[in-house]
């Protein structure tokens, strides 16, 4: 695939975002048969608040959720329209998974409009205390593509990057079957506006689907991606098993015990950024108050946020 570079570099911040959270959840039936995977908890919160969290920490505003059509109402109900939390949420529908994860960038193409965007699969699942610093970069880095890597187990699972020996990346591969790498690219993706296109002119994979991975060869084979490899402080899980699903949610209910902090709570990434003040903190968390998630709000705007967020491993 052909691809156009342009000799400036763009520094204008990323400001916007979408989360795709439109998967059936086959993986993890039946507890999806009347439910959204990214609505299904982990230890505290729905899975898919990590996530929107994320693009938070990288100072991302308005965000776009692509969801399934049965799923929107129960979306709309979580989130609203974001401005409890100093943002703008809104929503569309992705009528049939199978499509691929690149095709978010066809159905939210107006939503990007002719600006940068970020990509946050909703089953994702990052914990690690230099997120915001990471987070903050990489929405800075907005010409040509970034994306995340990480070592994993079982590479066959997932989109897989190589590299060279100078540590340059060197190649892509979606699910091989004889992986020629352990490092893994995560479901959260940065890219400039170069991607719709892109995305216009990929032609469905062998499994039928519009390949994320094909989009990030693209940007890889115009000398373009930026591959970051996550330190051993920061954890990723790719939530769509049941296995995974608990993992993620042990690790989160360690810190959530053991540490006076929460993890990826947007209401606290909201107040830090200064998109809402301690009046609307308090107000928010008026809304269940018997519940440990208010009182942990309650508790930040008592502390007028002197401590700040952490984000511990």
Same mark, same amino acid.
């Given at each position: ?94 009528? $049939? ?45 907005? $010409? ?19 590299? $060279? ?77 049941? *296995? ?27 107040? *830090? ?41």
């Amino acid at each position: 695939m052909q691809f156009q570079t342009r000799p400036e570099i763009l520094t204008e911040h990323v400001r916007k975002g979408i989360v795709i959270a439109g998967g059936l959840g086959s993986r993890v039936y039946p507890m999806t048969v009347s439910t959204s995977k990214c609505l299904l908890p982990v230890y505290s919160k729905p899975m898919v608040y990590y996530p929107v969290g994320v693009l938070m920490l990288a100072g991302i505003r308005e965000i776009l959720l692509i969801c399934h059509p049965r799923d929107r109402d129960s979306y709309e109900l979580l989130f609203g329209d974001g401005s409890r939390w100093g943002m703008s949420l809104s929503y569309l529908e992705q009528r $049939d998974p199978r499509g691929g994860i690149a095709e978010a960038f066809l159905i939210g193409a107006d939503f990007i409009g002719s600006e940068s965007c970020a990509l946050a699969l909703g089953d994702n699942v990052f914990i690690g205390s230099r997120l915001p610093i990471i987070m903050r970069r990489a929405a800075e880095t907005v $010409d040509g593509a970034m994306v995340f890597a990480t070592q994993v187990a079982d590479p066959r699972r997932y989109g897989i990057v190589t590299f $060279d020996s100078a540590g340059r990346p060197n190649g892509i591969e979606e699910k091989p079957e004889n992986p020629r790498s352990d490092w893994a690219v995560t479901g959260l993706y940065f890219y400039d506006n170069q991607v719709i296109e892109l995305a216009s002119r990929l032609k469905p994979s062998d499994r039928g689907e519009l390949e994320i991975s094909d989009v990030n060869q693209a940007y890889l084979d115009a000398g373009r991606l930026r591959v970051e490899k996550l330190s051993r402080g920061i954890a990723w899980y790719d939530a769509g098993t049941p *296995d995974s699903l608990f993992e993620a949610a042990i690790h989160v209910r360690t810190i959530e015990r053991n540490q006076r902090h929460s993890v990826l709570v947007p209401e606290e990434i909201a107040f *830090d950024n200064g998109w809402i003040n301690q009046r609307q903190l308090i107000r928010l968390s008026q809304h269940c108050p018997n519940s440990d998630y208010a009182r942990y709000l309650a508790r930040l705007a008592s502390e007028d946020g002197s401590e700040g967020i952490a984000y511990t491993e």
